[in-house]
């Protein structure tokens, strides 16, 4: 079992940055894929960013390559998405997921553990 907590989420201004945090415990938080995905209302869940286990393999969504970051700290158990240039339409729930999945790391089937999610509200 792996427990996921992420925050660091809350409203912004348009252009302006924000950090989240995903902090593991459980099971060795080193031998899991990464990812953050993003869900706003009334829209599916979507990829944002993957990161594999040794950090040395990244991912994102064509929509954020450029102004977020997704990186991880082995020894802190945690994984960060630094966001930058945010816009409005960034604005939704910001999940962490954990997982062995590597063929599709973005999508969400390669994932077993979830969080409970962080709002980013990004106002115009």
């Known amino acids: 079992q792996v427990q996921l907590v992420e925050s660091g989420g809350g409203l912004v201004q348009a252009g302006g940055p924000l950090r989240l945090s995903c902090t593991a415990s459980?099971?060795?938080?080193?031998?899991?894929?990464m990812a953050w995905f993003r869900q706003a209302p009334g829209k599916e869940r979507e990829f944002v960013a993957a990161i594999s286990w040794s950090g040395v393999d990244t991912y994102y969504q064509d929509s954020v390559k450029g102004r977020f970051t997704i990186s991880r700290d082995n020894a802190k158990n945690t994984v960060y998405l630094q966001m930058n240039s945010l816009k409005p339409e960034d604005t939704a729930a910001y999940f962490c997921?954990?997982?062995?999945?590597?063929?599709?790391?973005?999508?969400?089937?390669?994932?077993?553990?979830w969080g409970q999610g962080t709002q980013v509200t990004v106002s115009s």
């Open positions: 459980g099971r060795i938080f080193n031998s899991y894929n």
């Open positions: 997921a954990a997982g062995y999945g590597s063929k599709s790391p973005s999508s969400r089937y390669e994932y077993g553990y």
